[in-house]
């Protein structure tokens, strides 16, 4: 059974940053793509940005050179670096794993930024 255990959520200034972690349990995360989405209150779950097994990333238009996404294979662990934070990036952060067809879900963590 794979889970996935998510941490780094809070509230936070515009412009500032936080880190999210997403602890992945199972022995096949090494060869899985992972990703982190976002969800807005009254809006849709959106992809905010990928990473494959490969190493290969990738971002949403509205987050690129602010967020990196980042693995560590060893520790089971994907990260996501925010920075330069706006009012718009306050969402519910979701950790995915993804091995061929089947997806996992974290439970979410919300981020609220606000002054």
């Known amino acids: 059974q794979v889970q996935l255990v998510e941490s780094g959520g809070g509230l936070v200034q515009p412009g500032g940053s936080l880190r999210l972690s997403c602890a992945a349990s199972?022995?096949?995360?090494?060869?899985?793509?992972m990703a982190w989405y976002r969800q807005a209150p009254g809006k849709q779950r959106e992809l905010v940005a990928g990473?494959?097994?490969?190493?290969?990333?990738s971002y949403a238009d509205s987050v690129k050179g602010r967020f990196t996404i980042s693995r560590d294979n060893a520790k089971n662990t994907v990260f996501l670096q925010m920075n330069s934070l706006k009012f718009e990036d306050t969402a519910v952060y979701y950790c995915?794993?993804?091995?061929?067809?089947?997806?996992?879900w974290g439970q979410g963590t919300l981020v609220i930024v606000s002054s």
């Open positions: 199972g022995s096949s995360f090494s060869i899985s793509d």
């Open positions: 995915n794993a993804r091995f061929l067809s089947v997806e996992h």
């Open positions: 990473i494959t097994s490969a190493g290969r990333t």
